[in-house]
């Protein structure tokens, strides 16, 4: 019986084993039998010079390609910038134009009143003038109300203007004091106030004067004081 039973066990382990050595070989006979692996096996290899030439060439191709793409977009934007240098030149060109159109309109004629000494009291003239900066128009009043007073002569002018809130500043070269001098008292205090109302009525918000000679506050020779700072009554 023990005989039997150990026959039967080798029999079926017989049978277990028999299909798994049948399919590896029938895989084997396949793998062997398969035209494709078989062709690939037995292709020939290229030269390896040869390889190394075609990997050559491919890396040529595509340096090439990358410098032509590279020059086409270089040119592009050359052009591009071009274009907007030139938009920019003509927008520079009107923008320089706006200056020079907005220069004219403002440079437009204002009437102003001079107020100077004439036969022992106060008359005034009615004066046309090109607007300028403030220090400007206040510099070319001044300059007539010492030609329209008869004073002075060629040599006194006026410097520099500077303008504080409502105060300004009127530096006269030296040749003021002695022409102050020369006149008297009544006619230099008439001709300073003429100055403060020219300034009150045509420059606001000016309202007082400092009269400087030389860039200095002095009353040395003069008839009256230079050195207070001139304000009409309210």
């Known amino acids: 019986m023990e005989d039997f039973e150990r026959e039967f066990e080798e029999r079926v382990d017989a049978k277990r084993k028999r299909p798994i050595s049948q399919v590896q070989e029938r895989g084997q006979d396949r793998s062997r039998l398969d035209p494709r692996r078989e062709r690939d096996r037995q292709r020939p290899k290229a030269p390896l ?10 890396v040529m191709l595509c340096f090439v390609l990358g410098y032509v793409s590279t ?61 300028h900066a403030q220090e400007d128009n206040i510099q070319e009043a001044v300059s007539k109300l010492l030609s329209l007073s008869g004073f002075f002569s060629k040599d006194v002018a006026v410097k520099h203007v500077f303008r504080n809130v409502d105060t300004v500043y009127l530096d006269f070269s030296s040749a003021f ?4 001098n020369a006149v008297g008292t009544r006619p230099s205090t008439l001709f300073i ?42």
């Open 177 to 180: 004091v002695s022409g102050l």
């Open 71 to 131: 020059s086409y977009m270089l040119d592009l934007l050359d052009q591009r910038i071009l274009y907007k240098g030139q938009q920019g030149n003509a927008d520079l060109s009107e923008a320089t134009a706006l200056p020079a159109a907005q220069a004219k309109l403002d440079a437009q004629k204002v009437e102003f009143s001079l107020y100077y000494p004439k036969d022992g009291t106060l008359t005034v003239e009615k004066v046309e003038v090109i607007t």
């Open 193 to 234: 106030t003429g100055v403060v109302r020219t300034m009150r009525d045509n420059f606001p918000p000016v309202t007082k004067v400092r009269f400087l000679v030389d860039s200095k506050v002095t009353s040395t020779g003069a008839p009256v004081d230079l050195t207070a700072v001139w304000q009409l009554p309210r």
């Open 49 to 58: 010079l040869l390889r190394v030439l075609a990997w050559c060439g491919v």
